[in-house]
């Protein structure tokens, strides 16, 4: 079974540029969601989506971070402009969804490095 | 809002021996579900073990172990055989049932094995 693809792997880019990171979920999975992992810390949610509606994104900066996952599969997070602070690694994960400590279990993709200089 | 304290920012244990790892959480739930997960250099998160707070058995996967208790909200991580290729930043994750299902995690304990 495929796991969690993520691209690009690794991104530079100069402050106030536009960056975009594509996610695709394991298939059958209903809910996807990001993370943002400054470096020395976990992971921080940023966006959760349940098929293609959002559940969860109290914890996005809204003026410049935008998702969606117009299909219910793929997603793409951007971020427009970008600051020196949003250097990190940004983690895509999926779930089955639907209550149950398997379903619900979150696996992880391989994660975007963004380097903002 | 949920909270998740790893207190050892660093272990390390020799190759073969048991290295415990420690966390503890805070929330006003009473069903929720606990994980353990491994980053590797790579930065992918790998999935160690899983713990059902409505389970009082102790989760256990090959080598792996956990000590849940969830009065004192304690969750701890045992490695039994520790192998070279345990060496990872290990997490702790909380997921709440009533809070949407995001994970909050822990601020990682890196863990060195020596061979």
């Known amino acids: 079974e495929a796991g969690v693809a993520q691209s690009p792997r690794y991104k530079i880019i100069e402050k106030r540029q536009s960056v975009a990171f594509w996610c695709n979920p394991i298939?059958?999975?209903?809910?996807l969601y990001w993370y943002q992992q400054i470096l020395g810390q976990g992971p921080k949610l940023l966006i959760q989506f349940q098929n293609n509606g959002v559940v969860d994104d109290s914890q996005l900066p809204k003026d410049r971070f935008s998702a969606e996952r117009l299909k219910g599969v793929d997603s793409t997070l951007k971020i427009q402009p970008a600051k020196l602070e949003d250097s990190a690694v940004y983690l895509c994960?999926?779930?089955f969804g639907f209550g149950t400590a398997i379903q619900e279990t979150q696996y992880f993709g391989p994660g975007t490095r963004l380097l903002v200089l | 809002a949920q909270t998740v304290t790893q207190s050892q920012p660093e272990m390390s244990v020799q190759e073969a021996e048991t290295v415990t790892l420690s966390c503890t959480y805070d929330t006003s739930e009473s069903d929720y579900y606990l994980f353990w997960y491994k980053q590797p250099p790579s930065r992918q998160m790998i999935l160690v073990i899983r713990q059902e707070a409505y389970k009082q058995q102790n989760a256990t996967e090959n080598r792996f172990s956990v000590n849940f208790q969830k009065a004192a909200k304690s969750f701890s991580l045992k490695i039994s055989d520790s192998q070279l290729g345990d060496a990872a930043m290990y997490f702790c994750a909380y997921q709440g049932l009533t809070s949407g299902s995001r994970l909050t995690f822990g601020e990682g304990t890196q863990l060195t094995v020596n061979p």
């Open positions: 994960a999926s779930s």
């Open positions: 298939s059958g999975h209903a809910t």
